[in-house]
């Protein structure tokens, strides 16, 4: 079965970076495209970014020009760098890993908290 795991989130004060990382486990990572999603207190969950297994890139309008999501094959993890972070990022980030539009898996979550 399908697994993510994520790390890296933590406490960093406004303007700082944090990189998360996400492991998938038990089946191929070509078949799918991997993302970063997140969930604020009282709001719904969104994308943040998004990469195919070619490498091509999509983002969320409040991540471009911020935030770069990349993937390591040879690792079978996903990474993505947060840079000039704001109080409006905090959020519960979660990694996905969607099978042909048709299946979605979830990491457990990983908490990142922007905060002087």
């Known amino acids: 079965q399908v697994q993510l795991v994520e790390s890296g989130g933590g406490l960093v004060q406004p303007g700082g970076s944090l990189r998360l990382s996400c492991a998938l486990s038990g089946s191929s990572f070509r078949l799918y495209v991997m993302g970063w999603y997140r969930q604020a207190p009282g709001k719904q969950r969104e994308l943040v970014a998004a990469?195919?297994?070619?490498?091509?890139?999509n983002y969320a309008d409040s991540a471009k020009g911020r935030f770069t999501i990349s993937r390591d094959n040879a690792k079978i993890t996903i990474y993505l760098q947060m840079n000039s972070l704001k109080p409006e990022d905090t959020a519960v980030y979660y990694c996905?890993?969607?099978?042909?539009?048709?299946?979605?898996?979830w990491g457990q979550g990983t908490q990142v908290t922007v905060s002087s």
């Open positions: 990469i195919t297994s070619g490498g091509s890139t």
């Open positions: 996905n890993a969607n099978y042909k539009g048709q299946v979605d898996y």
